[in-house]
């Protein structure tokens, strides 16, 4: 009877190891794509907060319209916005 329960064993004993591989890799991938994502998330908020004041700073100074500080600090958010997706990939 031992005999018959011993192939089963072989036939199951690969298929158990290439799961756990294959659950291995994809916890690997998730946890890379997770540090990314919060890279890029604090990357984009530090350009966010960093927008806000160059913007109030540009206003005090008054050198410039208020519609040249807002694009100043458009052009600050997409700053962050590009280094985001520079992390990402």
């Known amino acids: 009877m031992s005999h ?9 004993l690969p298929a158990a190891a290439a799961a756990t591989l294959l659950f291995v890799a994809s916890t690997a991938m998730a946890t890379e794509q997770s540090q990314q994502r919060n890279q890029g998330r604090a990357a984009n908020q530090s350009k966010k907060q960093e927008a ?4 109030i700073d ?6 410039k319209s208020n519609a ?15 280094e985001k997706r520079d992390i990402k990939y």
Do not use: F, M, V
């Open 4 to 12: 018959s329960t011993l192939p089963a064993w072989r036939a199951i």
């Open 52 to 55: 806000r004041t160059e913007k």
């Open 58 to 63: 540009c206003r005090q100074a008054n050198n």
């Open 68 to 82: 040249a500080c807002r694009q100043d600090k458009r052009d600050t958010k997409q700053d962050g916005r590009q």
